[in-house]
Nanobody
Framework: VQLVESGGGLVQAGGSLRLSCAASGRTFSSYAMAWFRQFPGEERDFVAAINWSGDDTHYADSVKGRFTISRDNAKNAMYLKMSSLRPEDKDVYYC??????????????WGKGTQVTVTS
């Protein structure tokens, strides 16, 4: 399983970015996926998750109403639309997926991350 994130960058507070995660190596539409983020030296935090069919999503309280997770199973891709960005959203964002089909489970496959920097 390969996961490759893209779309990170530098943005001013209040701005928007859309992250993408391209997946390969197995049947994409059978697995839940998620975004996590991590600041250097700190623990990796959950941001948002989406189930295999895309009709069930979950968000960390800190991003509810500002971030939107989605997926396109035809393109083997997952997205994170981030709006109203704040300086505290500055982190490396990771794409992750489970090893169990058609159910929520632990995230065992990870991308290498994409950097998001938000300036005030």
């Amino acid at each position: 399983v390969q996961l490759v994130e893209s779309g990170g960058g530098l943005v001013q507070a209040g701005g928007s970015l859309r992250l993408s995660c391209a997946a390969s190596g197995r049947t994409f539409s059978s697995y839940a996926m998620a975004w996590f983020r991590q600041f250097p030296g700190e623990e990796r935090d959950f941001v948002a998750a989406i189930n295999w069919s895309g009709d069930d999503t979950h968000y960390a309280d800190s991003v509810k109403g500002r971030f939107t997770i989605s997926r396109d199973n035809a393109k083997n891709a997952m997205y994170l639309k981030m709006s109203s960005l704040r300086p505290e959203d500055k982190d490396v964002y990771y794409c992750a997926t489970t090893s169990t089909t058609m159910e929520w489970g632990s995230y065992e496959y990870w991308g290498k991350g994409t950097q998001v920097t938000v300036t005030s």
